[in-house]
């Protein structure tokens, strides 16, 4: 295994249309984070699942979006109704839900969607 | 709750000169905490992380930072800086109720031949 994944690594729509991104961890990991982040700003928190539960959904994360991992496995994140605002590279990390100091959490190379 | 505050958005050092890059921190329990690299177009990278076994902490590519309870600082560290250093640094802490990380803003380092 080579580490998470993350698909497409690039998406351009326009505003109003749907898409949807995927990310599959690294095997053994029962935890993923979805992070989203702006041009010239650190990532922030969207969501994340351990295993197959969504845990925990930040503020920013609005009706249209929505985030699934339905065998505890690969997850997807849809935005429906994509506004020029949802441009941002969004990232999936995943970890093996341990302890805080024991924690790490590992990046996939990122989706960064466009929306004009 | 907690946070971090990267101090400085850009640096910019010479080859071969020292790296310190800043980053403080907010928090009423004992922080873990983290320093990211991310290279153009790409996702982020582990540098080090502080987990309490040691306040000195020596992470990848020569870099060190230092957590220093009394100033609330874990500033990242690299004597002697390379062409390939330049990249966006993320200081982070890790929430503990879920695991998520928070982010500082990053700072952007340059090196100049």
């Known amino acids: 295994d080579t580490g998470v994944s993350q698909n497409p690594r690039h998406k351009i729509t326009k505003r109003g249309q749907n898409v949807t991104f995927r990310c599959d961890p690294i095997?053994?990991?029962?935890?993923l984070y979805w992070y989203r982040q702006t041009l010239g700003q650190g990532p922030e928190f969207l969501t994340y699942?351990?295993?197959?539960?969504?845990?925990?959904k930040s503020r920013l994360l609005s009706d249209r979006f929505s985030a699934e991992r339905p065998k505890g496995s690969f997850s997807t994140l849809e935005i429906q109704r994509t506004e020029q605002g949802d441009s941002a590279m969004y990232l999936c990390?995943?970890?093996?839900?341990?302890?805080?100091?024991?924690?790490?959490?590992?990046f996939g190379p990122g989706t960064r969607l466009l929306v004009l | 709750a907690q946070s971090v505050t990267q101090l400085g958005s850009h640096v910019s050092v010479s080859e071969g000169a020292l790296v310190l890059l800043r980053c403080n921190y907010s928090?009423?329990?004992?922080?873990?905490l983290f320093w990211y690299v991310q290279y153009p177009n790409q996702g982020l990278q582990l540098l080090l992380k502080?987990?309490?076994?040691?306040?000195l902490v020596k992470g990848i590519n020569g870099f060190e930072a230092e957590f220093k309870k009394s100033e609330t600082s874990f500033h990242l560290t690299k004597p002697s800086a390379h062409m390939s250093d330049a990249a966006e640094y993320f200081c982070?802490?890790?929430?503990?109720?879920?695991?998520?990380?928070?982010f500082g803003q990053g700072t952007e380092l340059s090196v100049k031949p």
């Open positions: 699942f351990q295993n197959e539960a969504q845990l925990e």
């Open positions: 095997s053994e990991h029962n935890r």
């Open positions: 990390a995943s970890s093996l839900g341990l302890a805080p100091n024991q924690e790490t959490q590992y």
């Open positions: 982070a802490v890790i929430v503990n109720q879920g695991g998520k990380l928070i």
């Open positions: 928090s009423s329990v004992p922080p873990y």
């Open positions: 502080y987990t309490s076994a040691a306040t």
